[in-house]
């Protein structure tokens, strides 16, 4: 068989799971190069083999096989022209379908990476290898129908059906007692009380007989899927006993006793375990399993009441209807007076009707111990799960709370505690909860990865290290990452500082300032990791080499210098794409830097050469300056020796001279700038 080979790149196609890529998801400013070469990257290699058969060349010519390969190792930008020569290399070692398959089976497309790396769930563990065929058949024919196949005890048919036998079994229990008491069952509805009741009978009775003994169980960490097994595990248990018993054809005795005997239908209410089992399986599965415990609370509380009300009608029947105070006396709706008077005594609400005999005070009696008792145990109940509900909340509150308290006591200045209360309040707003370490904890180590993992994948996705390195990477690190949340204009990073963590942006934006922190060198989005220069020690580089802020509210992950490390040591090729990119960083700032020096100095060299032309321009000014001076200073002198000349010849005309006029003098000489006549003016 000849084998034709076509092979050419192709950019790849996006997952419906991946949002889409940002423009810098590598930290590198928009405006660097590398830039469009590092999103090329993740180039798909696409082969389209082509079989050819000698003797079905027609057919097997029509036969396209098309492969898609990821761009394995090294980091794939600098591989480029090498990628023809290694998909080569990876279709060789390709595994051709064998030459009698004359059916050529398209393999499935390669999965997104990051996306692989996540185990599935494993629920139920198949023991079988036949398991998955089973589960594919288990999804395309209704598994209650099929009665050959095992139910999945969590599978959302058998919950399905949980909630069909709850229904018949609460027909049952409020119904059961209800007809037995009230006379809520004439002659001319008994026809359709019977068809509820053998429907109901008909669900027991699948139940018991087909869903119950097909149902998986686990034994010994490994879930048991044979028919055989199943039934023998069904057959072992009390609930199988109870099934059985509260299917008893009691009411074939109704034919002796007449069909008003519904209390014969007894045993019905024995199926008590599904009506559990459903409420379990419903909190397992629901996001807020929260309201279906208050709801089987309130199903409690009300049958409860209900029984009450049963006991105290049949109680009133027995002594007389309206035969006392006490008794019910027969006006308006039995059942919503009795389920009145029931509400009444059990919540120990209102005014109950003062018991006249015996039986009446043993009956009052017994209603408000149950309502003591029961009702106090359901309340708490109830408290209990709101406050589970609401416990991380709560604890929330109690952490600012305390937070807030600590610093008014310390007297910090108003803007820092708002800070941090902002800060609070934004943290919340992203983790929802301030113990994710504490809960992750309690998992086991693979589980707990697989956690974070799906938790995070959104950012991780987004990040190039990731992409161009190999899945262990990810699940390595992925435990170490620590989120942290930042303020607007927060310090993320300082220059010089001795860098300890490196950073990946989760969401929000955070900007590289130039050396004097007034020019923005780059603007890192999600995905885009910094702070990593220092943690590698290039050249000896232990400082931080820039500033880095939070331009809005920011989260990252910190990873910490030990745990990369402790990844670098094991993953080479990521430390070799961190110091490609951490060395070309260092190059283009040591460029901005020469280039912002030489424009500093040519700023220097014409602002010298303004300043000397400056000082001889002053120094010309200063001459002529003060040569006006001189000639203006004469001048004021000469005229106002004239005017004290004017004056003083106008004072010896009068021979008067008063105080208000000596002082005149006195300003006009003072003005002028010359001395005070020594002349004394005064009358004589
Ligand atoms: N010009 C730049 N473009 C993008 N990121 C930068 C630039 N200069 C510095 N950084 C990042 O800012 C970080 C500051 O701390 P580090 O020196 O540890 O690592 C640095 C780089 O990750």
């Given at each position: 068989m000849?084998?034709?080979?076509?092979?050419h790149?192709?950019?790849?196609?996006r997952t419906?799971?991946?949002?889409?890529?940002?423009?810098?998801?590598w930290?590198?400013?928009?405006?660097?190069?590398?830039?469009?070469?590092?999103t090329?990257t993740r180039?798909?290699?696409?082969?389209?083999?082509?079989?050819q058969?000698?003797?079905?060349?027609?057919?097997?010519?029509?036969?396209l096989?098309?492969?898609q390969?990821?761009?394995?190792?090294?980091?794939?930008?600098?591989?480029?022209?090498?990628?023809?020569?290694?998909?080569?290399?990876?279709?060789?070692?390709?595994?051709?379908?064998?030459?009698?398959?004359?059916?050529?089976?398209?393999p499935?497309?390669?999965e997104?990476?990051l996306?692989?790396?996540?185990?599935?769930?494993?629920?139920?563990?198949?023991s079988?290898?036949?398991y998955?065929q089973?589960?594919?058949k288990?999804a395309?024919?209704?598994?209650?129908r099929?009665?050959?196949?095992?139910?999945?005890?969590?599978?959302?048919?058998?919950?399905?059906w949980?909630?069909?036998?709850?229904?018949?079994?609460?027909?049952?229990a409020?119904?059961?007692?209800?007809?037995?008491?009230?006379?809520?069952q004439?002659?001319?509805?008994?026809?359709?009380?019977m068809?509820?009741?053998?429907?109901?009978?008909?669900?027991?009775?699948?139940?018991?007989?087909?869903?119950k003994?097909?149902l998986?169980f686990?034994?010994?960490?490994?879930?048991v899927?044979?028919?055989?097994?199943?039934?023998?595990?069904?057959?072992?248990?009390?609930?199988?006993?109870?099934?059985?018993?509260?299917?008893?054809?009691?009411?074939?005795?109704?034919i002796?006793?007449?069909?008003?005997?519904?209390?014969?239908?007894?045993?019905?209410?024995?199926?008590?375990?599904?009506?559990?089992?459903?409420?379990?399986?419903?909190?397992?599965?629901?996001?807020?399993?929260?309201?279906?415990?208050?709801?089987?609370?309130?199903?409690?509380?009300?049958?409860?009441?209900?029984?009450?009300?049963c006991a105290?009608?049949?109680?009133?029947d027995?002594?007389?209807?309206?035969s006392?105070?006490?008794?019910?006396?027969?006006q308006?709706?039995?059942y919503?007076?009795?389920?009145?008077?029931a509400?009444?005594?059990a919540?120990?609400?209102g005014?109950?009707?003062?018991?006249?005999?015996?039986?009446?005070?043993?009956?009052?009696?017994?209603?408000?111990?149950?309502?003591?008792f029961?009702?106090?145990l359901?309340?708490?109940?109830?408290?209990?799960?709101?406050?589970?509900?609401?416990?991380?909340?709560t604890?929330?509150?109690?952490?600012?709370?305390?937070?807030?308290?600590?610093?008014?006591?310390?007297?910090?200045?108003?803007?820092?505690q708002?800070?941090?209360?902002?800060?609070?309040?934004?943290?919340w707003?992203k983790?929802?909860?301030?113990?994710?370490?504490r809960i992750l904890?309690?998992?086991p180590?693979?589980?707990?990865?697989?956690?974070?993992?799906?938790?995070?994948?959104?950012?991780?996705?987004?990040v190039?290290?990731?992409?161009?390195?190999t899945?262990?990477?990810?699940?390595?690190?992925?435990?170490?990452?620590?989120?942290?949340?930042?303020?607007?204009?927060?310090v993320?990073?300082?220059?010089?500082?001795?860098g300890?963590?490196?950073?990946?942006?989760s969401?929000?934006?955070?900007c590289v300032?130039?050396?004097d922190?007034?020019?923005?060198?780059?603007?890192?989005q999600?995905?885009?990791?910094?702070?990593?220069?220092?943690l590698l020690?290039?050249?000896?580089?232990?400082?931080?080499?820039?500033?880095?802020?939070?331009?809005?509210y920011?989260?990252?992950?910190?990873?910490?210098?030990?745990?990369l490390?402790?990844a670098?040591?094991?993953?080479?090729?990521a430390?070799?794409?961190?110091?490609?990119?951490a060395?070309?960083?260092?190059r283009e700032?040591a460029?901005?830097?020469?280039?912002?020096r030489?424009?500093?100095?040519?700023?220097k060299?014409?602002?010298?050469?303004?300043?000397?032309?400056?000082?001889?321009?002053r120094?010309?000014?200063?001459?002529s300056?003060?040569?006006?001076?001189?000639?203006?200073?004469?001048?004021?002198?000469?005229?106002?020796?004239?005017?004290?000349?004017?004056?003083?010849?106008?004072?010896?005309?009068?021979?008067?001279?008063?105080?208000?006029?000596?002082?005149?003098?006195?300003v006009?000489?003072d003005?002028?700038r010359?001395?005070?006549?020594?002349?004394?003016?005064?009358g004589?």
């Amino acid at each position: 068989m000849e084998i034709k080979v076509d092979v050419h790149t192709v950019h790849p196609a996006r997952t419906d799971r991946r949002p889409p890529q940002p423009k810098a998801t590598w930290c590198t400013p928009d405006s660097t190069p590398i830039h469009t070469t590092l999103t090329k990257t993740r180039s798909n290699i696409e082969t389209k083999s082509e079989l050819q058969d000698g003797q079905n060349k027609d057919r097997d010519l029509s036969q396209l096989q098309k492969v898609q390969l990821f761009s394995p190792s090294p980091p794939p930008a600098y591989k480029s022209e090498n990628d023809i020569t290694q998909a080569d290399t990876e279709l060789k070692e390709f595994k051709l379908p064998s030459s009698n398959d004359n059916s050529p089976t398209i393999p499935p497309a390669s999965e997104d990476k990051l996306d692989a790396i996540i185990e599935t769930p494993q629920s139920p563990v198949p023991s079988s290898p036949s398991y998955h065929q089973k589960c594919q058949k288990f999804a395309q024919l209704s598994a209650l129908r099929d009665l050959f196949v095992p139910i999945d005890p969590q599978g959302p048919h058998y919950i399905s059906w949980l909630f069909i036998m709850t229904i018949s079994y609460s027909y049952n229990a409020w119904c059961i007692v209800l007809r037995a008491t009230f006379p809520y069952q004439t002659p001319s509805n008994t026809s359709i009380w019977m068809a509820c009741d053998y429907l109901s009978d008909v669900m027991y009775l699948l139940d018991t007989v087909f869903v119950k003994p097909r149902l998986m169980f686990l034994h010994e960490g490994f879930w048991v899927d044979d028919l055989a097994e199943t039934r023998k595990n069904y057959r072992k248990k009390s609930q199988y006993k109870f099934d059985v018993i509260s299917l008893l054809p009691l009411d074939l005795l109704y034919i002796y006793f007449g069909t008003n005997k519904v209390i014969l239908r007894f045993p019905r209410l024995l199926k008590l375990q599904t009506f559990w089992e459903f409420h379990q399986a419903i909190d397992r599965v629901l996001a807020s399993p929260y309201v279906v415990r208050i709801g089987k609370m309130l199903f409690y509380i009300f049958y409860l009441i209900h029984l009450n009300a049963c006991a105290y009608y049949a109680m009133s029947d027995y002594i007389g209807l309206g035969s006392n105070g006490w008794v019910y006396d027969n006006q308006g709706s039995a059942y919503i007076r009795c389920f009145y008077f029931a509400t009444k005594t059990a919540t120990s609400i209102g005014k109950n009707p003062k018991p006249e005999n015996t039986i009446e005070y043993l009956f009052m009696t017994a209603a408000w111990l149950m309502g003591v008792f029961v009702f106090a145990l359901l309340i708490g109940q109830i408290r209990d799960i709101i406050a589970t509900a609401t416990r991380t909340r709560t604890e929330y509150r109690k952490t600012l709370d305390g937070s807030r308290s600590y610093l008014r006591r310390l007297n910090m200045p108003v803007t820092l505690q708002r800070r941090v209360a902002s800060w609070y309040d934004y943290t919340w707003s992203k983790q929802r909860c301030f113990d994710e370490p504490r809960i992750l904890n309690s998992l086991p180590s693979n589980m707990k990865r697989d956690v974070a993992l799906e938790v995070h994948m959104t950012t991780l996705s987004k990040v190039q290290l990731f992409r161009d390195c190999t899945d262990s990477l990810l699940r390595d690190l992925v435990l170490q990452l620590r989120p942290v949340c930042f303020l607007p204009g927060d310090v993320v990073v300082r220059r010089g500082e001795v860098g300890h963590q490196m950073y990946i942006i989760s969401s929000g934006e955070c900007c590289v300032m130039s050396q004097d922190e007034k020019e923005v060198l780059a603007t890192l989005q999600e995905g885009s990791v910094f702070g990593e220069i220092s943690l590698l020690g290039i050249d000896g580089l232990r400082r931080r080499t820039a500033t880095v802020r939070a331009r809005g509210y920011a989260s990252l992950f910190a990873l910490s210098k030990s745990d990369l490390d402790a990844a670098l040591k094991h993953h080479k090729q990521a430390a070799q794409v961190l110091r490609i990119r951490a060395d070309q960083i260092i190059r283009e700032n040591a460029a901005r830097q020469t280039k912002q020096r030489m424009i500093r100095l040519e700023a220097k060299k014409s602002v010298s050469i303004h300043e000397d032309e400056g000082i001889v321009r002053r120094r010309l000014s200063n001459t002529s300056t003060s040569s006006n001076l001189t000639i203006e200073g004469a001048r004021r002198q000469r005229s106002a020796s004239a005017l004290s000349k004017r004056r003083l010849s106008a004072v010896s005309e009068s021979g008067v001279v008063d105080q208000n006029q000596a002082a005149t003098l006195a300003v006009t000489c003072d003005r002028a700038r010359t001395p005070v006549p020594t002349i004394v003016l005064s009358g004589e």
